[in-house]
């Protein structure tokens, strides 16, 4: 048997002590951690609880604080505790940017704050940036970080959409016209404008002119004119389809592109139950508009461009279409087979991206060869709102200001039985600490027994 002598005893009593200093020590050392460090885990599906790498993108470009004034009262009858909510959600903002403060305002304890600031509804949102305000009612991450990128804009852009010729309107309603694109550019800062040639020039604060298919031949003017606003480096969307180019084949040849006659047939469509007419972009060049975009794209009723070899114009392919299909040269019937001898065979480009030098700075063409991805029939298909918004952001210099897209909130939940929540609550409760209780008094009385 060992004796424990005075000595054993105090060499005991020291490296109990140091072993309870030293555990002090980590303890202590791990609360300051974890009070200077923070980390977190999305476990959510989708990483609902987190932003997305594009609203991370515009925010860390925004220089400056950000004010956010909730106008919201400390309950609301359909939502409940409605700040609890917004609070939450602005946290996630807040985590990336910590000059983003925000502030709650009872609207009807304060009405006189809440009509100054124009107040229509309970939990509206005011963001203020750099002196400029936003307006929201929609509690989500793609409402927020796209009235971050207007506030984000030094100014509001002009789009100026040519009309006049029967092309489609970015305010029209009809299913051939583009209002519910129109609508998605003025959600990011931009105003479409219709802009008559045959009455005046094309305005020298244009950031972008459109032209959506025209459907008559504009007059030699008007063709000069635009030739003219090209020339003195303005940027240019033109959307075209499978009728004449009316007018504009020297605006083409200014640009060194060539369209192929037909219609692109992509029998990868048929499998997917769509017409064959119906082109499928998912074969795209590198690009500003198409980095990081993986979405497949529409074009409908689709023709060919062709990039010319260009000394001025550095162009780029930014969709391919039908790897499997071809250009049909011939009339569309009700069965479309491929033909050697008239058909151009796929991969085929439909939409192309121009750049040059002009004045030392940088001017840029789109051109795609189907106006009707953006007409409103046809705008929901796919990532089409997605791939036109990207289009304009880099076609007006805004390059790292890219589309958000809405994440769906996959998450399901959770519903439990009386018997269910009861069993857990005795489980976790009762039974486990039981267990670990008895496991530590069978493991204490061994050691004491041996």
């Known amino acids: 048997m060992t004796t424990i002598t005075r000595k054993l005893r105090f060499n005991l009593l020291v490296q109990n002590g140091l072993f309870v200093l030293l555990l002090l020590i980590i303890i202590a050392l791990t609360g300051y951690a974890a009070m200077q460090i923070r980390y977190q885990w999305d476990v959510s599906q989708n990483n609902r609880n987190s932003l997305s790498q594009a609203s991370l993108d515009v925010i860390n470009k925004m220089n400056g604080p950000i004010e956010v004034t909730v106008y919201a009262t400390p309950q609301d009858v359909q939502l409940g505790d409605i700040r609890k909510i917004i609070s939450n959600f602005l946290t996630i903002y807040q985590r990336v940017k910590s000059d983003l403060a925000f502030e709650f305002i009872d609207p009807i304890e304060q009405p006189d704050l809440a009509q100054e600031a124009g107040i229509r509804m309970n939990g509206e949102i005011i963001i203020t940036f750099n002196h400029r305000s936003e307006h929201l009612t929609a509690i989500n991450e793609q409402a927020f970080t796209n009235a971050l990128m207007r506030l984000a804009r030094l100014e509001e852009r002009r789009v100026m959409a040519l009309s006049g010729h029967g092309e489609r309107k970015l305010d029209g309603i009809a299913n051939r016209d583009m209002g519910d694109f129109g609508k998605k550019l ?3 800062g931009f105003k479409g404008e219709p802009l008559n040639l045959a009455g005046s020039d094309i305005p020298l604060e244009t950031n972008l002119l459109m032209i959506a298919s025209p459907q008559t031949d504009l007059m030699e003017g008007e063709v000069e004119k635009i030739i003219t606003y090209l020339d003195q480096g303005g940027s240019l969307l033109w959307l ?5 180019l009316f007018g504009l084949q020297p605006l083409a040849e200014k640009l060194g592109i060539t369209f192929t006659p037909g219609v692109v047939v992509d029998p990868q ?3 997917l ?4 007419t119906f082109a499928l972009g998912t074969i795209y060049g590198q690009h500003a508009i198409t980095e990081h975009f993986d979405y497949i794209t529409v074009f409908p009723f689709a023709r060919q461009i062709i990039l010319n070899e260009s000394e001025e114009w550095y162009g780029t392919s930014l969709v391919e279409v039908a790897p499997q299909g071809w250009v049909e040269t011939e009339l569309l019937g009700d069965e479309v087979s491929y033909d050697e001898t008239h058909d151009v065979p796929g991969p085929v480009s439909v939409a192309v991206a121009l ?19 953006l007409a409103n029939t046809y ?9 036109g918004v990207n289009i304009i952001n880099w076609l007006a210099g805004d390059d790292d200001l890219i589309v958000i897209q809405p994440r769906a909130t996959i998450d399901g939940q959770l519903v439990l039985s009386e018997m269910n929540l009861t069993l857990i609550a005795v489980g976790f409760l009762i039974v486990l600490p039981l267990l670990l209780l008895i496991t530590g008094f069978v493991i204490w009385w061994r050691r004491r027994a041996g």
């Open 269 to 271: 469509a048929k499998r």
């Open 240 to 244: 075209v389809d499978q009728e004449s």
């Open 186 to 188: 003025i959600e990011i």
């Open 355 to 373: 750049e040059r030098t002009l004045d030392n700075r940088a001017q840029r063409v789109v051109v795609i060869g189907s106006s009707h991805f």
């Open 379 to 387: 705008l929901g298909n796919g990532g089409n709102i997605d791939f």
């Open 273 to 276: 139950k769509a017409p064959v």
